[in-house]
């Protein structure tokens, strides 16, 4: 475990800057989904802006129970080269000024997205742990939101 609280922040940030995808795992008292989605990470908030339509399968569970769960993992056959994400979180759809603001964000990095109306989400992540073999093998660093944010 990562001793360095700050240290840990930072390369967790510089992964999830790297990365554009995310798995995305949603549920009801008797319905499991996940999802692929590009995202656009916003370090302000330690959250993804993601884009898909609330009747999509993981929207309708997302609304009924925000609290989600997932991975982001780029793919390499080096194990010494593996880093990845695993996180819990809420998604909430994003309405009003919140949403405009986010979708020029969310345009600028994924231009074309530009061409759809589909809406924007926020997952703010509650927790993330990151698998960091390029720091030695097994290197775990981790991130908790503190209570009150």
């Known amino acids: 475990m990562t001793t360095d609280p700050e240290h840990s922040l930072k390369?967790?940030?510089?992964?999830?800057?790297k990365n554009h995808v995310v798995s995305l795992c949603t549920m009801s008292t008797d319905e499991l989904?996940?999802?692929?989605?590009?995202?656009?990470?916003d370090m302000e908030s330690m959250a993804l802006i993601i884009?898909?339509?609330?009747?999509?399968?993981h929207g309708k569970l997302a609304l009924a129970n925000p609290q989600v769960a997932g991975t982001i993992a780029a793919q390499t056959r080096n194990i010494a080269l593996i880093q990845?994400?695993?996180y819990t979180g809420k998604l909430q759809l994003l309405t009003g000024e919140d949403e405009q603001q986010a979708r020029e964000k969310y345009i600028q990095r994924f231009p074309i997205a530009k061409f759809t109306s589909a809406p924007l989400w926020?997952?703010?992540?509650?927790?993330i742990k990151m698998t960091d073999n390029k720091s030695g093998?097994?290197?775990?660093?981790y991130w908790q939101r503190s209570e009150g944010e």
Do not use: N, T
Request: hydrophobic share 40%; glycine share 6%; proline share 3%.
């Open 11 to 17: 390369a967790i940030c510089r992964y999830l800057k």
């Open 33 to 41: 989904w996940c999802a692929s989605c590009f995202y656009l990470f």
């Open 51 to 57: 884009m898909s339509e609330p009747h999509a399968r």
């Open 137 to 141: 093998f097994g290197k775990k660093r």
């Open 84 to 86: 990845g994400i695993q």
């Open 122 to 127: 926020q997952l703010r992540f509650d927790e």
